[in-house]
């Protein structure tokens, strides 16, 4: 499908599809024209040559759950808008695609006024336009900025990405196609295998764990400067050790270490997380929040803070040691 016939059939799926309840509406037009002269601090994404808020939503955490009456996910990306972030972080992985559906939402409306960006889990040609396809009508959109291969792991076979069948090649028809306008890769389970695809290929964003753990040391130390001499946007996640912010002082710690969480004997005050990760050469931390007033307190810390120095990161490290 090219990107005219896609245009075709998303023009159909709008016309039929369930749209947003009108308080977001409401509250996104009275709450965005208070809000629009307090933007957060920007920074480039690489090479890309744009520019974007250095605090992301995460699409995981509050996004990924059904709407309800306790829970409201288009409330808590209309007031990320609304407050000045500009970057959103979504995956059809994520709830089987409920988050880019909750995304959809608001970009249905607000499109132009955000960085999208989503991932695949396919490695082959094929299975990259079918994946991208699906998003698209999940975002109610026609294209995403940002496209990432999801998830690379310590056994994976990057030369493969190269081949005319595989995942690059599909990455190109799409930039071709305007279905995409950047790509990059993703990963938290092996430095040593992401550092080889951005020797290996031309991307332009990494997206990887940056947090002040003694096991994420290979992704600072050893990542984080070939990423830069790339000029690659750099996008880092498990700000707070993971999914259940096992990093953050007073939350419950797991009593079995999953690859995905970063369990620590100590723990630290979410602002010094975030500061800790905000003061590294990166473009933007994306956080996932379970509600709005979670956001508003992360937004409050970035508007306030300033940079770690490098002595005091190092204390932090040391301290999570």
Not at 118 to 142: C, F, P, V
């Amino acid at each position: 499908m090219n990107r005219r016939e896609f245009l075709k059939s998303m023009a159909v799926a709008c016309a039929a599809g369930v749209a947003a309840p009108e308080v977001h509406a409401r509250n996104a037009a009275t709450d965005s024209t208070a809000s629009r002269s307090t933007r957060l601090p920007q920074r480039a994404l690489g090479k890309t040559g744009e520019t974007v808020s250095c605090l992301g939503l995460g699409g995981v955490i509050g996004m990924s759950i059904p709407p309800s009456a306790e829970h409201d996910p288009v409330a808590i990306a209309e007031n990320a808008l609304n407050l000045g972030i500009t970057y959103f972080d979504t995956s059809p992985d994520y709830n089987n695609g409920q988050s880019e559906t909750n995304y959809g939402q608001v970009l249905a409306r607000r499109r132009k006024e955000g960085f999208v960006a989503t991932k695949t889990n396919a490695r082959t040609y094929d299975g990259t336009m079918h994946s991208i396809e699906e998003s698209l009508k999940r975002l109610q959109t026609d294209h995403v900025d940002l496209l990432q291969v999801h998830g690379v792991s310590g056994t994976e076979d990057v030369a493969a990405w190269g081949k005319p069948d595989g995942v690059m090649a599909a990455f190109e028809k799409l930039r071709d196609q305007k279905m995409i306008r950047f790509f990059g890769i993703t990963g938290h389970d092996s430095a040593p295998r992401l550092k080889e695809a951005v020797e290996k290929y031309e991307l332009h964003t990494l997206l990887t764990t940056l947090n002040p753990v003694p096991r994420r040391q290979p992704f600072r130390e050893e990542l984080l400067p070939i990423a830069k001499s790339k000029n690659l946007g750099i996008i880092a996640m498990k700000v707070m050790g993971g999914g259940n912010g096992c990093l953050v002082t007073g939350n419950p710690l797991q009593k079995v270490l999953r690859p995905y969480h970063d369990q620590t004997p100590h723990q630290a005050e979410p602002q010094k997380l975030l500061r800790y990760t905000l003061s590294l050469p990166i473009s933007v931390a994306i956080v996932g929040v379970a509600s709005v007033e979670q956001l508003k307190s992360n937004i409050a810390v970035v508007r306030e803070m300033t940079p770690m120095t490098l002595a005091e990161r190092k204390d932090l490290e040391q301290f999570m040691a």
